[in-house]
């Protein structure tokens, strides 16, 4: 789902200004989102622009009031909803890099999973 943020160049480098996070978090939440929730995500975020966006996104999906305090909580709990075979195939793309042939490897770690 892109947002503002993933196009935005401030989204790819460096932290982002509070301010830039509150309007950011209005703009996709909506102006009747709650403003401590605002000010939370804005907190939490520490200016972290792939933070911000994850807590804005927890948010928008209504996953509830207890945010991931950290990125590696978030990622953790974004990988915890996947299914086993997308993490299974994340845990060996993370191995072989971002190109590697999928046949044969692919076929060994079905037959052999961890």
Known sequence: ??????RSPAG???TQPPR????LARHV???RADPEVIARIVRLSEGNAFYL??????TAE???SVMPETVVAMV???LAALDEEARRLL???SIFGEVFCKGKTIRRRRNKPE
């Open 91 to 93: 845990r060996a793309a």
């Open 53 to 58: 966006e994850e807590l804005i996104r927890w």
């Open 62 to 64: 209504g996953k509830g």
């Open 12 to 14: 790819r480098f460096g």
């Open 1 to 6: 789902m892109p947002t503002p943020l993933s």
């Open 20 to 23: 830039a996070g509150e309007r």
């Open 76 to 78: 953790e709990s974004r």
């Open 29 to 31: 939440l909506g102006e």
